[in-house]
């Protein structure tokens, strides 16, 4: 999927946000800059969340209330040297079936992961051009990118 603007890539994450009810895991794949705050944004505004989303690179997480009493957990692995410290915690966020779960450099927690899950892949191909790259790892993600698509 390609998107040219920043403004579709927060419409493409609200639409996903959207279809979620709860126990869902996105795994955002991309480099610095690629878009992975602004679509985790537009996944906030579709799950509810009326506070102002910001990027966990410091704080390694951040947690939101949403609608229909969901939760959603961003956590941001890049910065972290050792995630064992994170890993329990991660663990039972991904086990509750009213948290949604965004996931950057992910990579480290990779054992924690559930099998089926969102992986999202972002390029960038021009300065405000991103390929997406949407996988499906499982029955459950497969549906709902049935859904989305």
């Given at each position: 999927?390609?998107v040219?603007?920043?403004q579709?890539m927060h ?6 946000g959207?279809?979620f ?18 679509f985790?944004?537009g996944?906030?505004q579709g799950?509810g969340?009326?506070e102002?989303v910001q990027s966990p690179?410091?704080?390694i997480s ?11 957990e961003?956590?941001?692995f890049?910065?972290l ?10 663990a ?5 079936d009213?948290t949604v779960?965004v996931?950057?450099w992910?990579?480290s ?14 390029s960038?191909p021009g300065e ?6 949407l996988?499906?790892t499982?029955?459950?993600s ?8």
């Amino acid at each position: 999927m390609h998107v040219t603007s920043e403004q579709e890539m927060h419409d493409l994450g609200s639409r996903l946000g959207s279809l979620f009810v709860g126990g869902e895991v996105v795994e955002l794949v991309g480099d610095v800059g690629a878009g992975k705050t602004t679509f985790t944004k537009g996944l906030a505004q579709g799950l509810g969340v009326s506070e102002s989303v910001q990027s966990p690179s410091f704080t390694i997480s951040r947690v939101y209330d949403g609608r229909d009493d969901l939760r959603l957990e961003h956590y941001d692995f890049y910065r972290l040297s050792d995630p064992g410290i994170m890993k329990d915690e991660l663990a039972e966020s991904v086990a509750d079936d009213k948290t949604v779960v965004v996931i950057e450099w992910g990579g480290s927690v990779s054992d924690i992961l559930p099998a089926d899950r969102l992986v999202i892949g972002i390029s960038s191909p021009g300065e405000f051009e991103r390929d997406v790259k949407l996988r499906a790892t499982g029955d459950r993600s497969q549906a709902i990118l049935k859904e989305l698509l």
